[in-house]
């Protein structure tokens, strides 16, 4: 069965960090672009960071540049989201997305990148 199973959400106090993690099952991500994006109530879907895999490069959103962190772990089909000085306004449901782009970069536009599976989400609050 090929499914994202995202974890690590929480609560935390602003300032605090979280490492979520994305596991792949069925598939491998080697030739795969993956995303992570964030909804909060009421609010669209937003990306917030990507890794291609066609050459490693990696793209943040702007809120998040300098905070938020997006790794691989080949060996265990996994990726993770290292989240930094977190702020309240961080707060929202995770979802990490695949997309099979073995030779372009990744897309931060959760419509526009070609992502076909996507994780049930992950919880974070960020909250005093």
């Known amino acids: 069965q090929v499914q994202l199973v995202e974890s690590g959400g929480d609560l935390v106090q602003p300032g605090g960090s979280l490492r979520l993690s994305c596991a792949a099952n069925g598939f491998t991500l080697d030739y795969y672009a993956i995303g992570w994006f964030r909804q909060a109530p009421g609010k669209e879907r937003e990306g917030v960071s990507c890794?291609?895999?066609?050459?490693?490069?990696?793209d943040y959103a702007d809120s998040v540049k300098g905070r938020f962190t997006i790794s691989r772990d080949n060996a265990k089909n996994t990726v993770y989201l290292q989240m930094n000085s977190l702020k309240p306004e961080d707060t929202a449901v995770y979802y990490c997305a695949a997309a099979p782009r073995p030779f372009r970069l990744c897309v931060l536009r959760p419509r526009e990148g070609g992502y076909i599976y996507w994780g049930q989400g992950t919880q974070v609050t960020v909250s005093s």
């Open positions: 890794s291609s895999s066609s050459d490693g490069s990696t």
